[in-house]
C-alpha cells in the first residue's frame, strides 16, 4: 500500500493532520496520534494500533494499493472525456451583434444574424448526428442572443422535436447580458426548454455602469437588476456572473449588500476572469490577473460571501471538483457555431475566421484549428504530471498552453492551500 499522490496535507495547530485528496475530493482529519502514518506508512503499516486508521484511509482512497497508477487513470478518464460520442455540444451565436459595448469584449462584433440558410444548414448537421447521440446540449451565445430570438426559437423548436423523435435528451442554457429580458421572453425561454441564464452584474451600480454600457454610453445595472427580478419571481434559474479584474474585485461585496437589501436571494454567484485574450480587448490587460492571481481573489471572495450572507446565494464551491477534461475544446464533439456558420472549438475563437475549423455546409475547413486543439496534452508537462493538483486543474485552458513547451501553470496548487486554509478555519481548529 503507499499514499496517494493527491494527497495534500495540513498540519493544524493542534497537530492533527487535514488531508484533501484532489482526486476524490474527500477531507479528512487523522489524529496526530496516528501522524506517522503519513510521515513513515511503510514503517507503520503493520502496527496494530494503526489497523483502524488504514482502513479508513484506504477505504476513502487516500491510501492505495501499490499497483495502482492513479496518474493512468486521469490519462484513460482524459481520454474517454475527450472522444466521448454520446453527447453533442454545440455554443450557438444567432447573431454577433450586441446592444451593449462593454469595455473588456473580446469579441469582434460585425453586426451579423444568422441567416435562413445557416439556420438550416446547422439543423441539417444536427439531424445527421441524432442517431448516435444520447444527449444535445445547446449553449445560446453571441454578441447578445436575444437579439436574433426568432433563430433560437426557430431552432430550439427544431432540436426539441428532432430530440423528442430519437430519444435523445435535451438541455439548453443561455449566456445573455439580461438587458432585452421582458415576462414574454422568460416565458418563452420556459416553452423552448432552456432551463437557465447567465447574466453578469460586473459589481455595484456605480462600477457596473462603467464597464456595462449600451451602444449609446448609458449604464445598464437597473434594467439588468430589474430583469433579474423577473426572472427570480418566476422562479427560473439565474447564474450571476462577475468578471472580476483588478479595478472591480473589492467592490463585489458591495453588489451582495446591494442585492441582499433588495432581497435578491437564491440565485447562483460564478466569478469570471477577464483575460486580454484577443486584440479586440488588449487595451484591458494591464489591469488583469494573472491566472493565478484571479484563482485566490476568486476563492476569498466566494468565501468572505457565503460565510456575510449564507443564504443570499446558492452555495458556492471554493475549490473546483475532479474534472476529467478542464473545456470542451478539446472535445471531439463540442463546437462553437458562428452567425456565419463558421465552426471553432474554443469560444475565445468565436468570429475570427481564421481560427475556424469548419464551415457548417463544408465550403470551408482548415483541419489544423481542429487537430490543434484535439491533439492538446496536459499530461506532455512533467509539471503537470507532478503536480497534486492535476485531478482539478487538468493543466488549465488549452487556449493559453496549446504552442506552449513549458506550461502556463494555473496555479492551482497554491489554491489548494488556500482552500485548506478555509477548512480549517471552519473546523475552527
Ligand atoms: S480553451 Fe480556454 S478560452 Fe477556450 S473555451 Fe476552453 S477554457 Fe475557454
Ligand atoms: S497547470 Fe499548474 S496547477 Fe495545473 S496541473 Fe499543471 S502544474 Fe498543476
Redesign the pocket.
Known sequence: MKLSKYNAYRTLKNKDILIYNTLSGGLFILPKEHAQLINNLEKEKNKKREIEYIAKLTAEKYIIDDEIDELEIIKYQYLLSQYDKDNLNLTICPTMACNMKCIYCYQDKKPKIMNDDIRRKILTYVKSNIKRIKELNISWFGGEPLLAFDTISYLSKSFIKLCEKYNVKYNAYIISNGYLLNNETIDNFKKLKINGIQITLDGPKEIHDKKRILNNGNGTYDKILENIILLRDKKFNVNIRINIDKNNYKYIYELADELNSKKIKGLSISLGHLQA?TEACKSISSSCFTVGEYLLNQHDILKNINKKYPKLFKKSILISEKQSI?????KINSYAIDAEGYMY?????IGNKNKSIYRIDNTEDNIMNLVN?LNFNPFKYQDCNNCVALPICVGG????NLRNEKIKCTRYNDLIEKYLDSVQDNYKI
Open positions: 485574450s478542464y473545456c470542451g475544446a478539446v472549438k474554443c469560444w475565445n475563437d486543439y485552458c488549452p487556449y493559453n
